[in-house]
């Protein structure tokens, strides 16, 4: 399997915070769960959503109708697979184009920092008590 295959499902995990919709006690602890269940460090899952994650879906956060519903684990592994692979425009034109989307998403991390200190928060929280399941 290849690593992007074993990362799906974090990233599916954490597509969850780019949704439109309230973030609830629930929501929080349905994501912190699956990081948690990963055994995955959280210096590398602080990685793997800045760096993977939130480039890609950071779009939503600024939509006047962003997506509510789940955006579907086969197109969040999708898109950031090509995103971490495809490089291949050039030229001075496509080199301004990325600039300027690298910039937006930098200054879009603001927005989500905060939900995701919370999910950060959970997943010490569960795998420090030895919880694999918390009850809602």
């Known amino acids: 399997m290849n690593q992007n295959a074993e990362k799906a499902d974090l990233w599916h995990a954490m ?3 780019y949704l439109d919709e309230e973030m609830t006690v629930g929501s929080y602890l349905y994501i912190a769960e699956r990081l948690a269940s990963s055994g995955t460090s959280l210096d590398e899952l602080d990685a793997i959503f800045f760096d993977e994650v939130h480039p890609v879906l950071c779009w939503n956060i600024k939509a006047v109708a962003g997506h509510w519903g789940d955006f579907g684990k086969e197109w969040v592994a999708e898109s950031i697979a090509s995103n971490l692979t495809d490089h291949s425009e050039k030229g001075w034109l496509a080199g301004i184009r990325e600039r300027r ?32 399941e918390i009850d809602k």
Do not use: D
């Open 15 to 17: 597509s969850f915070l």
């Open 101 to 132: 989307k690298r910039t937006e998403a930098e200054n879009l991390k603001t927005f989500v920092r905060c939900n995701w200190e919370k999910v950060k928060l959970l997943i010490e929280v569960i795998r420090g008590r030895g919880l694999s």
